[in-house]
């Protein structure tokens, strides 16, 4: 059974720039959560959609934004792009929806300059 | 403000010797916690868990320990073996409809051979 896939593994961008991540979850699988990891803040938790719908959402301003498809994969966009949102963006998927044991995909780095 | 701490960033054990990967949480309305290991440029992998009504769960040469008066939990690696060498987090679980995963900064094991 293929894992979860994060495409592409690593990016580089200006500030100022957009950008969109694409998630595709483990077959069976219809909740994919994004999460943030940066060395000073660890993992934070970004938002979890299930069906199409985002049902869960962190502390992260409008800049950043996701969606699911029917196929249960996800994008995730960050707009206007700043120093700070460098950082290694992981998605994860499980059965349901906030299920206890996720399934994490190896990372996007995103780098900023 | 850390809901989940891990107080040691970084910890070193010899190889067979027991490892002991510490955890507090201040919320007290966490239900479940996991354990996930972290190999670099990989994602996450799911470890061990265990659910708020139970105070030790067993899984091989991990086992996880929780006293919920103290808010703590602990994880125990018997032996440890070099390929144990990882990045450890712990996350927390909150109850009610608005479950999502909240997480520790890490503590990073050194199995020595």
């Known amino acids: 059974k293929a894992g979860v896939t994060q495409t592409p593994r690593y990016l580089i961008k200006t500030r100022g720039q957009q950008v969109t991540l694409s998630c595709s979850p483990i077959?069976?699988?219809?909740?994919v959560s994004w999460y943030q990891q940066t060395p000073g803040q660890g993992l934070q938790f970004l938002f979890e959609y299930f069906s199409e719908t985002q049902r869960n959402k962190g502390n992260f301003p409008g800049r950043f934004s996701g969606r699911q498809f029917s196929n249960s994969r996800s994008e995730m966009n960050v707009s206007t792009l700043e120093l700070g949102d460098s950082a290694l963006y992981l998605c994860?998927?499980?059965?349901?929806?906030?299920?206890?044991?996720?399934?994490f995909g190896p990372g996007t780095r995103l780098t900023v300059l | 403000d850390q809901q989940v701490k891990q107080n040691s960033p970084s910890l070193s054990v010899q190889e067979g010797r027991i490892s002991i990967l510490n955890c507090d949480y201040t919320?007290?309305?966490?239900?479940?916690f996991l354990w996930y290991k972290k190999y670099p440029a990989e994602g996450p992998t799911f470890l061990i868990s265990?659910?708020?009504i139970k105070d030790k769960n067993e899984d091989g040469r991990f086992t996880v320990f929780l006293n919920k008066s103290a808010k703590h939990l602990s994880l125990h690696i018997v032996p440890s073996q070099p390929g144990d060498s990882a990045v450890y987090f712990c996350a927390a679980n909150e109850g009610g409809n608005n479950r999502k995963l909240i997480w520790g900064l890490g503590t990073s094991l050194a199995v020595n051979p």
């Open positions: 919320n007290s309305m966490f239900d479940y």
């Open positions: 994860a998927s499980s059965r349901g929806l906030a299920a206890n044991e996720q399934f």
């Open positions: 077959s069976g699988h219809r909740s």
């Open positions: 265990i659910s708020s």
